[in-house]
């Protein structure tokens, strides 16, 4: 039987997802299932690998079950992840030796703030990409290292290994210790220009080389899977989750950017072939490599909070009872009656990166209903993407001409109008929302020739919905200047 299909893991946040394409990129057939999300203290978040490894293989069974289909109907499966979430395992055993740490772990504060006196911001910067915060996984590896008993002695020996959530499948389903290149931009370890392990930065932060997966491209055959359903099916893609919802939204171009407004926003640009470095507060990263071509870069622009301040005003204020809700309410009213919530829940992120900013509601009057509220919270969203074009604009030779978007919040009309308004700049939905997914399937079909090339991808991609600036000049200027009046207010708060 000739292949009609190509599978895509999305091994995310809150849970794992199998996804099955067809050959004009549509869905076929989704399976998903949560994990749990375990708090041992404030700020500690971590998650079981071996929990979501029994979800991963229980998502592709029921997905491929749903499509009708088994391992000769696939092409390929293509893997996408949560970014910067790490796993030590045992490589006899094949058992982590603790739980992973989450990206969202503000554990290793302390540890940064004394990489940073010893060998300053810019050493790493310059070199990754990043700037040095909790969020990248390097730290996180390092946590372990010091923290779990005897681990540092027995990865010296090579008898553990690290990996991100891609690796840990990978090793999994084909027993390849092996991470793609945009993984590895997010763990402060990889040279951004030689895409290897900087052997200094593995000494600065106490890493041994023994335990480290070899970094390979975002497109290509990394191996067979060994048994379970997949069995002899070729795993030909990795990319981290936006890196891959660029991919599927096809912004191969250089200029061309996405933005996927799910719990938080992450604008991606493609920048080409060569990293731009950021000094305007925006992480540079690696877009995707396809095997046998030069890699492509991206300046990304990381938003803490977007669709869970709408699930704050759901679930802590109780305003409405559903997420979508939230835009009946604030078409209630004309406009924000002169307020302004900034969510800065846990600091603030691109382009502030502030870990002292807390939240605020800024300009409450008698005026103010529930309505206006729900307008400033939508609002917040589009003027926390503004702040971050703005940094891009700032930063790139090319001015961002219009915005691909999806996720979640993109349902609401009244948000993607407002979006267009404040950018000043077409904002256009992909009919397909699921573009992480599809991101990966693409490059893994890509990888062993179900699709030919990018331009075959590129004349799939549908908008089903555009959104056309329509906002008065002066009025954008004078809103702007409100919302930037009511970050300051955010800042020095936490001591
Ligand atoms: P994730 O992949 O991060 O879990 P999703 O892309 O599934 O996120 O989007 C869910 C988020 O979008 C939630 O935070 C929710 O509050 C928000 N959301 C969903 N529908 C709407 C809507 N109609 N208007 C505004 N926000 C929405």
């Known amino acids: 039987m000739t292949p009609q299909y190509v599978a895509a893991i999305d091994q995310g946040t809150t849970s794992s997802r199998c996804i099955v394409f067809d050959r004009a990129g549509e869905i076929v057939a989704v399976a998903q299932r949560e994990h749990r999300q375990i708090f041992p203290r404030p700020g500690w978040v971590e998650h079981d690998a071996e929990e979501i ?25 293509g893997i996408t992840n949560q970014r910067e979430t790490t796993v030590v395992w045992d490589r006899a055993t094949g058992r982590p030796v603790a739980n992973a740490i989450v990206w969202q772990d503000t554990r290793t504060g302390p540890l ?36 779990v008993d005897g681990l540092r002695e027995r990865a010296e ?39 290897d392990w900087a052997p200094d930065l593995l000494d600065a932060m106490g890493v041994p080389a023994a335990m480290l997966p070899e970094i390979r491209c975002s497109a290509e055959v990394y191996g067979r899977a060994t048994t379970g359903v997949l069995a002899r099916v070729p795993v030909a893609s990795a990319l981290g ?78 305003l409405i009872s559903t997420a979508s809700e939230v835009e009946e309410l604030a078409r209630t009213v004309d406009d ?35 309505g206006h509220l729900a307008r400033a919270v939508l609002e917040a969203s589009a003027w926390q993407t503004r702040e971050v074009v703005d940094a891009m604009n700032a930063d790139s030779d090319v001015a961002l001409r219009r915005l691909r978007v999806d996720g979640g919040m993109t ?56 959104w056309e600036p329509a906002m008065d000049p002066e009025l954008r200027d004078r809103e702007l200047g409100q919302w930037r009046k009511a970050v300051r207010r955010t800042l020095d708060w936490v001591e």
């Open 53 to 77: 490894w029994d979800n991963v293989q229980q998502v592709v069974e029921e997905a491929l079950r749903t499509a009708g289909t088994d391992a000769a109907g696939l092409a390929a499966v």
């Open 112 to 147: 940064l703030r004394e990489l940073a006196s010893t060998y300053g911001e810019e050493r790493f910067r310059t070199r990754t990409g990043l700037p040095l915060a909790t969020y990248f996984a390097g730290p996180k590896l390092r946590w372990l290292l010091d923290e």
């Open 157 to 195: 020996r090579g008898e553990v290994l690290f990996g991100t959530m891609d690796s840990w499948l990978i090793w999994k389903l084909t027993g390849e210790h092996v991470t793609d290149v945009t993984n590895a931009s997010r763990t402060m370890l990889m040279d951004l220009t030689t895409l």
């Open 241 to 318: 989750d936006q890196q891959a919802a660029l991919f599927g939204q096809t912004c191969f171009q250089p200029g061309e950017a996405k933005c996927t407004y799910g719990t938080g926003s992450f604008l991606l640009l493609n920048t080409g072939a060569s990293p731009v470095p950021s000094t305007h507060g925006l992480l540079t990263t690696v877009a995707y490599r396809i095997k046998g071509q030069p890699p492509a870069y991206a300046l990304e622009g990381a938003i803490a909070v977007t669709g869970s301040l709408v699930q704050w005003l759901r679930d802590n204020l109780g």
């Open 336 to 370: 924000n009656g002169g307020c302004y919530v900034v969510p800065a829940f846990s600091g603030l992120f691109a382009p502030h990166w502030r870990s002292d900013a807390r939240g605020v509601i800024a300009g409450l009057t008698g005026y103010i209903t529930k």
């Open 411 to 466: 349902a609401n009309g009244l948000l993607m109008q407002f979006l267009a308004d404040v950018l000043d700049v077409p904002v256009v939905r992909s009919r397909i929302t699921e573009t992480t997914c599809l991101g990966a399937a693409y490059a893994a079909g890509l990888a062993v020739g179900f699709w030919p090339d990018l331009a075959t991808l590129r004349a799939q991609w549908r908008s089903d919905a555009q």
